[in-house]
């Protein structure tokens, strides 16, 4: 079955960096674009970075354009979000999503979700 697993998530300072990783399994991870998500305390889950199959093209919410980067290695089925410049705004539980084809349909995967936490 179709399986996402984020990592890399934690406590950093303001203007800090993380990485993280979503592993992916179950699924052709080629042959879908990938995405990730945040949720806030008290807030909506809000699309963050989105990368297409082939990795050529990106698109970023204006929240997080020229701080963030969405990378994939489609070998290793791993889809990656370099946080730089964070500020306490990024703090959010981080989810790993992608929609896939099912009979009759599609359906979206999510992970379990990472916590990152910006504070000094």
């Known amino acids: 079955q179709v399986r996402l697993v984020e990592s890399g998530g934690g406590l950093v300072q303001p203007g800090g960096s993380l990485r993280l990783s979503c592993a992916a399994s179950g699924f052709t991870f080629s042959r879908y674009a990938m995405n990730w998500y945040r949720q806030a305390p008290g807030k909506e889950r809000e699309l963050v970075a989105t990368?297409?199959?082939?990795?050529?093209?990106?698109n970023y919410a204006d929240s997080v354009k020229g701080r963030f980067t969405i990378s994939r290695d489609n070998a290793k089925n791993t889809v990656y979000l370099q946080m730089n410049s964070l500020n306490p705004e990024d703090t959010a539980v981080y989810y790993c999503?992608?929609?896939?084809?099912?009979?009759?349909?599609?359906?979206?995967?999510w992970g379990q979700g990472t916590q990152v936490t910006v504070s000094s």
């Open positions: 990368i297409i199959k082939t990795g050529d093209n990106t």
């Open positions: 999503n992608t929609r896939v084809n099912v009979p009759y349909g599609t359906r979206d995967y």
